[in-house]
């Protein structure tokens, strides 16, 4: 069974030392790494090639500095969350889901809520938010209070049909 | 696909008296089914932004009300996940009562359930014996926590009811009643032709797309992979308590009644166990009002698989990020693979087998690609089509 508290180890050993930038192992069976962007999709693979193939799912989140996007990644027992960090303004990440085609979903999720660019998807429209709902209002943005987000939804409709 | 003989054909959104609305584009060539695009979010209620705005304790209440069907499942997730990133944990008796609880939750879903599958092949009169014993489980959830659904049992660092002997005695009273029904329905649905007819064979899910497309719970066992978060990542009191995980390997429609039936017998093994060995003591530890800066990534087997919830702590008493993944989700691309290949006639029966919380087959359009011909069916239509066009079928 794959290890999760030495998945740092064999990240750097991979992709080299200044690739991994956190790691804890939090509790039995439970593993968070951080990786820059550029090492994103190796890292996927790496993982996926130690036996952590299952998906569960992508959690984005605006710390308000900067996005973290996370692929909970793990083989039923474990999870190792894997987490890189961009920077608010265009979020950018190539899309993973050639290596986990059950990512498609999730990616669109992420898209939708934070406005991560996943490149390479074949398809980012919406799939949580409702037609209409206006372009560039990413919900889970910290930039956007509930009451300015009904704010903006209660506003006139204009030309193109978006509030 | 040729121009002229292909078709799309919009299924959903929306009966808002039922459950989770979703629409689904199919691709159809004459009566097979080509390609399946799917559509959610019609019921998003923006309920993670809705949970950095409230405190832990407020959101015991909102988590609750994430799904009607298995909210203890989401609660039992969340109690346990604001407790790893608190640092304090329940106390064993708290943990076998949440056990318990789950497990009774789980047969009432999946008894809801057997009763859908009935319904969406004609055989209504196992869909209303189904749901008549349904309401025995319901009553025993209703005798533990007051409620039938959204029973409130837990807050966090433990739970908020004991169960005392004389409702022990009750319920144990009522799992006999209810082996007796599953078994019943074991023999019924691995016999009556009419369910084989309709359900060997049907939306078959090969193990090797089930794990590439990350599928959960009894679709992703029904291929034939015995993965069961209870026992592989165990939680609440499973780790103590003997139970097999049920697997079968046809990767169809009937294989997926098959792990269902199967998980609801073993499920009243589990709370009978957890009865007999439910440890003395406190049902609830002292949980602190703020929770330092932390994550947790916490998960629960609900009866439709693997749920998962990620926290974010923030040195205060709401949290920075609280991130749900519901096991439908995980499971909608595993849908559309059982669905391209098949029938039309299959789509009700199929859509159904992944438990979906879902039930927006209501209103459908019938468009032929270049846009010459447009005509409305009902999700009750479609249904009906399935039916009859079995019969003619012979």
């Known amino acids: 069974m794959p290890d999760p508290s030495s998945i740092a180890d064999v990240l750097k050993e991979k992709l080299g030392a200044e690739s991994v930038l956190e ?22 693979r790496i993982l996926m090639e130690a036996g952590f193939k299952h998906l569960s799912t992508i959690t984005g989140l605006d710390t308000g500095s900067e996005i973290e996007v996370i692929y909970h990644l793990g083989d039923y027992s474990n999870v190792v969350s894997l987490r890189t960090k961009l920077q608010r303004d265009s979020p950018e990440l190539p899309s993973c889901i050639d290596l986990l085609p059950g990512a498609s ?8 809520l934070l406005g991560v660019n996943f490149k390479g998807h074949p398809d980012l429209s919406p799939l949580v938010l409702p037609e209409g709902w206006p372009s560039g209002l990413y919900p889970l943005r910290k930039n956007h209070t509930i009451e300015d987000i009904t704010k903006r939804l209660d506003a006139p409709l204009n030309e193109g049909g978006q509030p | 696909m040729s121009k002229g003989t292909s078709f799309e054909i919009p299924i959903g959104p929306q009966h808002p008296a039922l459950k989770e609305p979703e629409s689904f584009t199919f691709v159809v060539d004459g009566e097979n089914v080509v390609d399946v695009k799917p559509r959610i979010g019609y019921n998003h209620r923006g309920i993670e932004k809705a949970l950095e705005a409230r405190t832990y304790l407020q959101n015991l209440y909102l988590i609750e009300r994430v799904c009607g069907i298995c909210s203890h499942a989401h609660v ?10 608190a640092g304090i944990e329940a106390p064993p008796r708290a943990k076998y009562i949440r056990t318990i609880v789950a497990e009774l939750e789980r047969i009432h879903s999946h008894l809801l359930w057997v009763g859908i599958a009935a319904h969406e092949i004609g055989f209504d009169t196992l869909f209303m014996y189904a749901w008549r014993d349904r309401e025995v489980v319901m009553d025993l959830l209703e005798l ?38 599953a078994k019943y329905y074991t023999g019924i649905c691995t016999s009556e032709r009419t369910i084989l007819r309709r359900a060997v064979g049907v939306g078959i899910l090969k193990p090797a797309d089930a794990l590439t497309l990350s599928a959960v719970g009894p679709t992703l066992r029904a291929s034939g992979i015995g993965r069961d978060i209870r026992r592989d990542d165990p939680y609440g009191a499973y780790d103590e308590i003997p139970f097999n995980v049920i697997t079968h390997d046809g990767c169809d429609v009937a294989s997926r009644v098959i792990v269902r039936l ?75 693979k059982m669905l ?40 009750e239509e479609l249904r009906r089509y399935g039916i009859k066009w079995y019969e003619a079928k012979g």
């Open chain 1, 23 to 44: 790691f804890k192992a939090q509790r039995q069976r439970r593993a968070y790494v951080t990786v820059g962007p550029a090492f994103i999709k190796d890292a996927i």
């Open chain 1, 105 to 112: 979903l999730y990616e669109r999720e992420v898209h939708d």
């Open chain 2, 76 to 85: 039992f997730c969340y109690s346990q996940n604001v407790e790893e990133a």
């Open chain 2, 144 to 181: 533990i926590s007051g409620n039938r659904v959204n029973y409130a049992m837990n807050t966090i660092g433990g739970v908020r009811r004991d169960i005392q002997s004389d409702v022990a005695e009750e319920v144990r009273k009522g799992l006999q009643k209810l082996e007796e029904r």
């Open chain 2, 262 to 336: 199967g998980e609801t017998l073993e499920a009243i093994g589990i709370v009978r166990y957890a009865l007999e060995h439910l440890p003395e003591g406190e049902i609830k530890v002292r949980a602190p009002r703020t929770v330092a800066s932390n994550e947790s990534v916490s998960r629960v087997e609900a009866p439709r698989g693997e749920l998962i919830h990620y926290i974010r702590s923030n040195d205060t008493d709401k949290p920075e990020r609280y991130k749900i993944r519901s096991p439908t989700l995980g499971n909608i691309l595993s849908v559309c």
């Open chain 2, 340 to 379: 391209v290949g098949g029938y039309v006639a299959d789509i009700p029966i199929v859509l159904a087998a992944i438990d979906p919380c879902f039930s927006c087959t209501d209103r459908m359009a019938f468009v032929d690609i270049e846009g010459e011909r447009e005509w409305h069916m009902t999700g």
